[in-house]
């Protein structure tokens, strides 16, 4: 049974900082490069950031970069998303996603909220 179970977020003030996991099960975690999305309510779920099977390769969306590290460690089947300085529009559920060709996994989401 393929898993993908988020934890970490919470409510943080602007500035603040958290650390969202990703824990995998039920597949060849280190063959599929993982992504993070993020939903606001009512706006789309967005892309944040992506890493490569190996962790060599990273890409995060403009509003992110220099402020979130997507990493991973495949012999815990575990990705990551470190989130610095926070702001109010960084608000949303997030979500890890794992795919690879037809093959399309996603976690139940994890709520950050960043308010004072």
């Known amino acids: 049974q393929v898993q993908l179970v988020e934890s970490g977020g919470g409510l943080v003030q602007p500035g603040g900082s958290l650390r969202l996991s990703c824990t995998a099960s039920g597949f060849t975690f280190s063959t599929y490069p993982m992504r993070w999305y993020r939903q606001a309510p009512g706006k789309e779920r967005e892309l944040v950031a992506m890493?490569?099977?190996?962790?060599?390769?990273?890409d995060y969306r403009d509003s992110v970069k220099g402020r979130f590290t997507i990493s991973r460690d495949n012999a815990k089947n575990t990705a990551y998303l470190q989130m610095n300085s926070l702001k109010p529009e960084d608000t949303a559920v997030y979500y890890c996603?794992?795919?690879?060709?037809?093959?399309?996994?996603w976690g139940q989401g994890t709520q950050v909220t960043v308010s004072s």
């Open positions: 996603n794992a795919r690879k060709w037809t093959y399309d996994f």
């Open positions: 890493i490569s099977t190996a962790g060599i390769t990273t």
